[in-house]
């Protein structure tokens, strides 16, 4: 069985994580492969959108503990975590097309943080938020306190830490970790919708609108805005933006190709 299921429609890529029968929890290698798939989005100009979600009745459970190897020396643990967790994180955070999390039932430990660092969260009613972490006397790894703390605030961030309950879908969207929240049968549906829209869009502004606001809670106004100056500099010269101008000034719909 193949631990993702990748499809491409369209513009759109389909990663679904493969292994209902534990809740997806993630293997190193089916996290290797997300990273593998997610990067090759980003770097293949013929998709424009990505959509993550699970196969089955839950989102992810986190990682697959089972199969973990046993830290054995000075700096093991760092390096699994550098290499795995906030490798897979860091892929979705930096890829150059906006990902869409379609979290159907529980996103748990990484799993969380891996819906929490898509661009945009859908989640079905039944979906649950869980720091797992506290209840296996774990700190939380995979960028978790970095995604939380930016998200919710360091106060909210050390509640859902420290006690490791299960946030489900209505409260997530109040606090603004999802979206937002829609029936079950309804989620695969309005993340195609979604990321139909995504696809159709000018693909090189989005990815440097993500890098702007993934970047603006860690620098400071001057350099954000340097940011903001540079990014518009290079926007410009795509294809897409001068597009966008030209069918303002023609009073038309533009026709953007991604390039």
């Known amino acids: ?3 993702v299921i990748h499809t491409v429609e369209g513009q759109v890529a389909h990663l679904t994580l493969n292994r209902p029968e534990v809740l997806n929890a993630l293997t190193p290698g089916g996290r290797d492969r ?3 798939l997610v990067e090759s989005a980003s770097a293949d100009p013929d998709v424009r959108a990505v959509v993550l979600t699970g196969a089955g009745r839950g989102f992810c459970a986190g990682a697959d503990l089972r ?3 046993a830290a054995t020396a000075p700096g093991d643990v760092t390096r699994t975590i550098r290499l795995g967790a906030q490798r897979l994180i860091a892929a979705v955070l930096d890829c150059e097309k906006p990902v869409v999390a379609a979290v159907n039932g529980t996103a748990a430990g990484i799993g969380a943080h891996l819906a929490l660092a898509c661009d945009l969260v859908l989640a079905a009613e039944s979906a649950r938020f869980i720091e797992v972490f506290v209840r296996r006397g774990l700190v939380p790894d ?3 306190a970095y995604l939380l703390t930016r ?3 360091p106060r909210r961030a050390k509640e859902l830490m420290f006690f490791g309950d299960a946030l489900g879908a209505a409260d997530a969207e109040r606090l603004g970790l999802v ?3 829609v029936p079950d049968a309804e989620l695969d549906k309005t993340a195609r919708e979604w990321a139909t829209r995504l696809a159709a869009g000018p693909t090189r502004t989005l990815a440097l609108t993500k890098q702007l606001v993934n970047a603006s809670l860690d620098t400071d106004r001057a350099t954000a805005f340097a940011a903001e100056a540079a990014a518009q500099e290079l926007n410009m010269a795509t294809a897409d933006a001068q597009e966008g101008v030209a069918s303002f000034v023609e009073r038309r719909s533009p026709e953007f190709r991604g390039r």
């Open 34 to 36: 997300v990273i593998e």
């Open 151 to 153: 998200l919710l605030g």
């Open 142 to 144: 995979g960028g978790g």
């Open 1 to 3: 069985m193949n631990e």
């Open 179 to 181: 979206n937002r929240v």
């Open 67 to 69: 199969g973990a190897p």
